[in-house]
């Protein structure tokens, strides 16, 4: 099998392209799926006028805006999970397509095309009822298409890095994705999102008076949000070439999963390794992303943070995990992918068995939440360096499909885990059991993973 040589030296310029795809992957990854788009379909916005105007008078109308709000996060989980079914049907026949072809760049940028589009449309979402099955088709189709993107971006890490700096340049990737968040949730919240506090709304954009009827000030920056990816993809489908195609592996859709049910079993046979690998991150993975997205439920109900501060504290942990994860590179190359995962997973499950008796003080949260962020970038970095590290040279895309597909077929755990402690305890903050113990599972898994190839010292 011929493929292209590795190169000897990472070149700079189409690193920062290709990082900038991460940059810009903030306007999916924090607006929609984390703290504005999702937490927007799932907001009163979408009850029932009338109750919510009773809500405060009786008890009745309380307790029927509740279940509705119930439903809400329903309607978009059930989305999620649909789009994560089609994820793990297709990301793997998409990668092994994209290898094979050599059109690996081109993949990636009609997924992001399609992203940028589901972002654009939600812009159209009103605040109204029959709007919330839209909107939550929207995530739908954005995850779906994000999800494939991250497959040949995450393929592509070979083509910008040379072996001995995988672990370096796959973290500045995640710490590009971290700042972006940051940046454009600050320039949100300025243009556009300014109630928090019950204040007024409409930012430094001066929104007109229907803002609050219309929800205008969450729609417009959603609208940037979609011109915030688009600009800053643009880079790596200018500066970042093709892959060379694979010879004698073209085919079709169909041949593409026959293959990779072959590769599969070759694995099994000849790497099993690579396939351990595989199952312990999809399980610590689910782990790590449901501190993200359950940190802030905990940091409202049980530390009593009020929605400005759930936002405050959301652009702190960024930052702790971008530079936490641009650090950490370092330490892989050093030291192996393998050694800063096991090491990130023990101190996520200290850290998070702490919040279980810090207490209900605030700064407690603060302590704890902003440590567990040290360990979280590191983790989904040293993850995807191990992969990209340990990938036959050529196929790196079908791969990561596997990747995207185990990641997907775990995605219910952490979620599952969190509500049934919840229910079991009666208190949200027991929930945090339930992570952890997610996090623990992997971190057995990962004691039957052996450590990838030690890296080439390189000089300076």
Sequence with gaps: MTV?????????????????????????NAVVTTFVFSTYLASRAFVDPALVRAEDTTAAAA???ERELAHNAAVVSTALTIAGVVVALVAPAVGRLADSSGH??????????????????MVFVAPSQPFLVLGAALIGIGTVA??????????MLGQVAPGQRTGRVSAIGWAAGYFGGIVLLVVLLVLCIQDFGGGDTGGLL??????????????????????????SSIPLFLVVPEAEPVPGQRGTLLSAYRDLGRDVARLWRERRNVLAFLVASAVFRDGVGAVFT??????AQVFGFSASGVILFAIVANVVAGVATALSGRLDDRFGSRAVIVTSLVGLVVCGTAVLVVGTAQIGFW?????????VGPVQASSRAYLARVATPGREGELFGLYATTGRAAAFIAPAMFGIAVTVTGSTRFGIIGIVAVLVVGLVLMAFVRREDRPAPQAG
């Design 104 to 121: 690996r760049r081109r993949s990636v940028l009609v997924a992001t095309i399609g992203v940028a589009l589901s972002i654009g449309a």
């Design 4 to 28: 292209a040589p590795s190169p000897q030296r990472t070149d700079r310029r189409a690193l920062v392209s290709w990082a900038l795809w991460d940059w810009g992957s903030a306007a999916f």
């Design 367 to 375: 302590v704890l939440g902003l440590a567990l962020c040290v360990f």
């Design 294 to 299: 359950f940190g802030g439920i905990i940091a």
């Design 63 to 65: 307790a029927a805006v």
């Design 146 to 155: 994000y999800e494939i993107a991250t497959v040949g971006y995450n393929a």
């Design 206 to 231: 001066h929104l007109p008076a229907t803002v609050a009827s219309g929800q205008w000030d969450v729609r417009v920056a959603i609208g940037i949000a979609a011109i915030w990816l688009t600009v």
